[in-house]
């Protein structure tokens, strides 16, 4: 068994790594949709929000695939989505005075994204009703997902592309500002997914660790140390364009990475293996406080269409809360979490 230091090396070494091919990503890829006149919502809500939410997809793919522990995967999700909409947009706001935004941003990516949250709870609920299995010696009710039940919010991603679709198709793209050499940008944009796939092995490897030598249950850690070196590419982007007077872009960033997180990298865990099964009693309570975290977010950005220094205090408080309710959950101060 390894030391809690060395493990901690680990984890460091393996979200600076992430960072590193993250931005890499985020590098090519921005080129890219220049070089393809895309507009700025499809570039952060689509381009961007899927490249910086790689992390999160090969954590789901390593976690269910090498590690059998698809339940870790679907903690560094979720654990990433609340990280995603309280702390990017507080830290955004902070690092840019105030963060703008815009009603295409509040009503239909905000809006989208609450829907991705109920319909991926709603394929975690499937799975306790129509594949009822007993609950776990620790008491929690365990969930069993199927192929079939992932198919539902990959289907809803279709629309959401669907929808931006219709909006490159009405859009004027200005002329580039200069050759992009596509080749090289694809070859760069192949090159930094590998690193962030070896990079989150290093993360995952580093949460499982943590469990067996704090005798915690990997979901937890997923929670924490995975959700958050996962989530660091999303944090970079959003200030970047924070920084840039882009604050459509920022918060479309992190909307649209959180989308795909819930509507795609939760549900190819199913499709790889055919069926999982795991705590569905832990999982729900994690989803009601990202739906907290969604509806705080939510009312900040509503209030004059920006976020300001107090709504970020007000974004970072509320994270802080939620760390130190699990570390409270971990410590067995409260059991509001079945079967942790």
């Known amino acids: 068994m390894q030391s809690a230091l060395s493990l901690l090396g680990l984890a460091v070494v393996s979200t600076a790594v992430v960072w ?9 890829s921005e080129q890219l949709s220049e070089h393809y006149g895309l507009p700025p919502a499809v570039h ?3 381009v961007v929000a899927v490249g910086s939410s790689f992390p999160e997809l090969a954590s789901v793919v390593l976690s269910t695939v090498l590690h059998d522990s698809f339940g870790l995967g679907v903690g560094a999700i979720v654990g990433s989505a609340i990280f995603n909409v309280l702390v990017i947009p507080a830290v955004a706001t902070l690092f840019s005075d105030r963060l703008e935004a815009d009603r295409n941003v509040v009503y239909k990516e905000a809006q989208f994204y609450m829907l991705s949250v109920a319909v991926l709870l709603l394929v975690f609920s499937f799975g306790v009703i129509y594949s009822p299995r007993p609950v776990t010696d620790a008491g929690g009710l365990v969930t069993t997902v199927t192929r079939p039940m992932a198919l539902l919010p990959i289907l809803l991603y279709g629309l959401y592309i669907f929808i931006q679709y219709q909006d490159t198709a009405d859009y004027d793209p200005p002329s580039p500002g200069g050759t992009v050499d596509v080749g090289k940008q694809w070859a760069l944009l192949a090159a930094s997914l590998v690193i962030v796939v070896v990079s989150v ?3 995952v ?3 499982r660790g943590f469990a067996d030598v704090f005798g915690t249950p990997e979901y937890l850690w997923g929670l924490t140390v995975v959700a958050a070196g996962t989530s660091l590419p999303d944090t970079l982007v959003s200030v970047r364009a924070a920084r840039d007077d882009r604050g459509v872009t920022s918060l479309a960033n992190v909307l649209g990475s959180n989308i795909f997180d819930l509507l795609v990298a939760v549900p190819v865990g199913v499709l790889i293996v055919g069926t999982v099964e795991f705590n569905y009693g832990a999982a729900v309570p994690m989803m009601g406080f990202l739906t907290v975290a969604t509806v705080v977010l939510f009312t900040a950005m509503r209030t004059d269409l920006e976020l300001t220094d107090g709504e970020a205090t007000v974004l970072l408080t509320t994270y802080l809360s939620f760390v130190g309710w699990m570390v409270a959950e971990t ?6 979490v079945p079967g942790v």
């Open 20 to 28: 590193y091919g993250s931005d890499l990503l985020e590098s090519s």
């Open 331 to 336: 410590a067995g101060v409260t059991s509001f």
């Open 44 to 46: 952060g809500a689509v």
């Open 205 to 207: 490897h580093a949460a």
């Open 201 to 203: 092995e290093g993360l």
